[in-house]
Structures are given as C-alpha cells and as structure tokens.
C-alpha cells in the first residue's frame, strides 16, 4: 500500500491554514505526538510510517493504531520529509480530522483558560501541555489568534490538543454568554493585578491571559472579578507567557 | 559612517559557534535586547541601525549608545537583513564582546540554578529570563549545553543574559568544589522527587534542572541533598522545561 501523488499533494498544503480550513484535516507530526492522538482515540484519517522508524516504536503505533481501526501506510522516509513541516522529520505522521464545531452553550469544564490574541505557535503548544497537566481542560481561544492546527502548535503540544476541549474565535460577547450560563467568573491576569489567585471557594472561573506584547485590552481588565499577577523579585519587563500560564495554575492547584 | 565588506563578513559569521568563540564576539538582534545590553551596562563593540527604526526608537538607542560611548553605524536595511540570523529583523544589531572566563571560586549568589545538558536555544534564553524575574542571577551550565551566545538564546532571554553571572562548561567536578567552597547544598528536580522546594532557611542552594529528553544524571540525583518535584493534577509526560523553572523558582521565593 502506498500513496498517491494527489493525496502526497493533499497532505503537504495543510501546513497551509486555508487548506486545513477547507478539507477539516491537520497534520500530527512525530512519535509523541502520534501515539498520544492514538491513545486520546482522536479521529485520524491515516497513519503515514518510514522504515527508518525503530522497531519497537514502530510496533506499538501499528498495535494502537490496529485497536483503533486506523490506517498506516508505509512509505519511503523521503515522502515523509517532502509532508513534513520540519527539517528532519522522525518518520511518523499522522492526517487528523478537525473535529466539528461544538455547540457554543454545552457544558464546560472549569477551571478554563481564555487565550486573547496569542499569535505564538510554540507559546500556544506549550500553554496546552501546561493546561492539561494541571488538569484545566477547557482552552478558549479569542478571534486572531495563532491556528490552533498549524503543526508548530500541535507540536508543542505534545499531544495534550487531543485531550482537551478546545473553543476557537471566542469573543468578549460568547465569554459573557458562558458566564452567565454556567454562573462562573472571569478573572484576568496583568501586571496591575493584586492577587495571586481568585478569592473563590471551587474552580468555576475562566483565567484570561493576553499576548505577551499586547496583554489583555480593557474591556477584559474591566469585566473581570479580579485581576491577578505573579510578584517580581528581580528584574524585568514580563514573563514569558507560558511561563505564566504554569505559575497561575500552579498557584491555583495549591489549596 | 559605514561598515566596510570585512566587517560585513564577519558579523555575518557570528551566527556560528566556533566564530564567536575565534572572535570573542556575538550578535545582539533586535529592539528590546541591544536596549537592555546598553542599559545594564555590556561591553558592545558597535550597533548597527537602518532609518526603518521608528525615530523615538532611534532616538532612545543613540542617546543610550552616547552615555555608554558605544558607536552607532547607520546601515541600509539589506545590510542588517544579511547580518542577521532572523527573517525579518527589526532593524537593530549590536556586536557584542564575550566576557573573559570568571575565576571559578569567585564569589556566587544565592540560589544559582544548574543546567545540564540543555539543548533547546528558546527554552534557554526563557530560563535566563525567568531566573531573573525571580532574582536568581547565577546560571551554570554543564558540558554539552546549547550555545549562551547563540543568535537564539539571546534573543530568547530579552537582555536578561547582560545581567546574570553565566558560567558555561562547569562539570559536577566542579560543582563539588563550588559546594565545599561556599557551604551550600545541591537539590535536584527529577520526576521522582518528594519535596516542593529546599527544606532550607536560606537561600544557599543550588538548583539542578536536566533536560527534558532525558533528565538529570544519576551522580546528580544522588548528589543532592534532596530532590524536587512539581505535583501532576492531570496528563501528560513532563512539563515544558522553562515552565518548571518559573514555577520551582516561584514556589521557592513564596516564603
């Protein structure tokens, strides 16, 4: 079994946002990333593998991908290389599908993060990690921020994108619908803020966090319960944003 | 004023390690970073500027240069453009000098943060970053450790590199005469740790991080006068390695 010269050419305009847009696919590069989609039992269209894939990883993927009813073709690892976003591809990748929009007012689940504008991939991958290993699973994202699907996203992710809820080009407006719906509070995270974490008895609230070089605008900083910021002991103009992320959450896991 | 074709080639060669550590000499990219080098202070050899540089900007970087007696050299933007390690640049370099090797039983602060084997150049430059925020100024970095002078890692560290104490290729030889000489402790940060932070009353430690691949060494677990870790309350493998250093270095400074 092999691939065909239109699907290699499918495969390679998704590292294009427009392209995963109109066929509602995405790219899953490498190991980790693989298996981890395999075990979350998120929907791939097929598994594309290279020879120069160790024995033993290489079994396992064709084991979970065989529980899964998920293809794997085996392919030359210059196939893989010319799919591939990276430099030197580890010769596994995997075509995803972008699931469908969830209903907007379904239940979520808290404590939930509210991304505003964060147009850095490798920022945005980490903060999922970050999010999932705290157990904070529901990740919204504002309008004009980086694609949730481009590959240097799903990357960093490590895996962590196929375990979470994930809401794109969610508005000030729909934040205030869910707060209403679900009773819960937003809180927003800024250099003037005066605590450390929300002053609340259980987890219902969404943490807002902005770009590291726009922070979050006002009409987020005016609506909030309360804004939070971690204490400078030494010496700078901010935090890397998922450095942040991590302290906050952190933070809010310590009772 | 201009630069001659010499100079051009040689600041172009600054991108790779063995020629900056020929010339004693590294690149400096962007805004924020040669701002903060003339602000703390680092010996520059020269800035290079283009007229895409907004003039307050300009202004800002020319008067600074002037107090610190750095020249400055007004360049076309193509000139910077094949200079520099990055696609777009921002119109702003400066050559930088290495500083000499420090005596290695001058006098460290307190607590110092011990890298080994950290490859990744963004993770690097975020890690100088955090540790400064939290007032840990001195970094050593084991053998094998990614470049502190790469065109990445400085951009990553914001300046935050100009101000720290950085000592590079210290082995855990070293790290033992450091120890005895200073009367101060090593804690480790392994998956496998049992405390959240040193069980000290001060801050005489240093703090081991390994890197994310394959963690620390078992010389240095067993070394340690305890081992640290960061409670998981959800999924994943590991976190990002800059993360845990923002939240060790955080829960360390929260008394």
Not at 61 to 76: F, G, H, M, P, R
Not at 168 to 192: C, F, K, P
Not at 227 to 242: D, R, T
Request: with cysteine; aromatic share 6%.
């Amino acid at each position: 079994m092999t691939i065909s010269r239109a699907e290699k050419s499918l495969y390679r305009s998704l590292k294009i946002k427009k392209e995963r847009e109109e066929t509602g696919l995405f790219l899953v590069e490498g190991i980790k990333p693989v298996t981890e989609a395999l075990l979350a039992g998120f929907p791939l269209e097929r598994i594309l593998i290279s020879d120069n894939v160790a024995e033993s990883e290489r079994l396992r993927i064709l084991s979970l991908a065989n529980d899964k009813n998920v293809a794997v073709v085996s392919v030359a690892y210059p196939e893989i290389d010319q799919i591939s976003s990276l430099l030197n591809p580890e010769g596994v990748l995997a075509v995803a599908k972008i699931s469908a929009k969830e209903n907007l007012l379904a239940p979520l689940t808290y404590p939930a993060l509210y991304l505003w504008q964060i147009n850095d991939p490798g920022n945005l991958g980490t903060i999922l990690r970050t999010a999932l290993w705290f157990d904070c699973r529901t990740i919204l994202l504002s309008p004009e921020s980086v694609d949730i699907y481009s590959p240097k996203v799903v990357r960093g992710a490590m895996g962590a994108n196929f375990r979470l809820t994930l809401r794109t080009n969610v508005d000030i407006h729909q934040i205030e619908m869910i707060l209403a719906h679900d009773n819960s509070s937003l809180w927003a995270t800024d250099s003037s803020g005066t605590f450390d974490k929300p002053t609340l008895a259980d987890d219902r609230f969404i943490l807002a966090f902005g770009s590291e070089s726009h922070g979050l605008p006002p009409e987020i900083l005016q609506r909030a319960a309360g804004v939070l910021c971690i204490n400078k002991y030494g010496y700078g103009e901010s935090l890397n944003l998922a450095v942040s992320v991590g302290i906050m959450l952190h933070t809010i896991r310590q009772k």
